[in-house]
């Protein structure tokens, strides 16, 4: 074979696509999303045991705010990335309301075991459940590359509002570093843009659908965190809590940032005060973000078991 038949895949654009988005990724008689779903349910009550062993649950309580108003919030927060998945998906393939536990699933996955494990297990409990044309692998690839560009896109737009206050603090944030992930974030995010019709599957309308529901998605959690502050901690302004907010989720996307809890954390410090307090409301919400996907995976991971067994 010669080069440029060797080539020819790459240089086609059909043939790029099909690289990217390729045909169901077994063929052969065992049918591997069979057993993914389960072993995904034992892997996540394996880490649930673990986690729970460690988990001061008490000193968690005693930390709780009593308002309603904060734990409908919290619900709120938790949901709104696998609700806005279901969105997406169901706008696509039309999936029922009970495809929104594989996306908590999803969610926790990629929380508590391996970043995009959960898109892996999402494929393959769509392979089993969808009726579509073609693989829901190019879907799922492309809701989560849309994703991360709009999540690049928002830092990029709030940093251009960030960067003075952050200059300012005179933190330890290497400029170089600061500088590589300013290019990172750039190449990912215009790259993907640039070479679209390779990248992507979906067609332009779907994308844009996609795109608009994570900046929103995006958008509203950065809101929800700030107001969730703001009631734990009521006496600093809101204001202050949707700046600190934005500023999380730009020090949260720059990858060659390092100690970036400990950045924010001190950037909350100074424009706040308050040093105990704001390690106290960040630690409440990290833990009970946490707490919640200890009790959300063991719930999924023992029903997903109970019903692999019943359908045996």
Known sequence: MSQADTLAPLINPQGARAILDPTPLVRSGRNWTAWFGPLISFAILAVVFVQIGSFDFHKLVAMLPRTPLFWLLFAVTYSLTPVCDWVIFNRLWSIPAGGLSAL???RISNELLLGYLGDVYFYAWARRHVTMAGSPFGAVKDSA???????????????????PLLSSLR??????????????????????????????????????????VHLTRIVANVLL???????????????WWFMLSTLRLVLSRLPMVPNKDVLFAGVA????????????????????????????????????LVKQRRQA
């Open 104 to 106: 908590f699933r999803k």
């Open 145 to 163: 590359i849309l994703s991360g560009v709009m999540g690049n896109i928002v830092t990029l737009a709030m940093l251009l509002f960030t960067l």
């Open 171 to 212: 933190l330890a944030m290497d400029g170089r570093a600061l500088g590589i992930s300013l290019t990172i974030l750039v190449a990912t995010s215009f790259g993907s843009i640039l070479f679209s019709r390779k990248v992507f599957s979906l067609p332009w309308p779907e994308r844009r659908m996609v795109a608009g």
């Open 225 to 239: 965190y700030a107001t969730l502050w703001h009631l734990l901690l009521p006496d600093v302004a809101l204001s």
């Open 269 to 304: 410090v100074f424009l706040v005060g308050r040093e105990l307090e704001i390690a106290q409301v960040l630690a409440v919400i990290a833990s009970l973000l946490l707490a919640a996907h200890l009790l959300v995976g063991l719930i999924l991971g023992v029903s997903g």
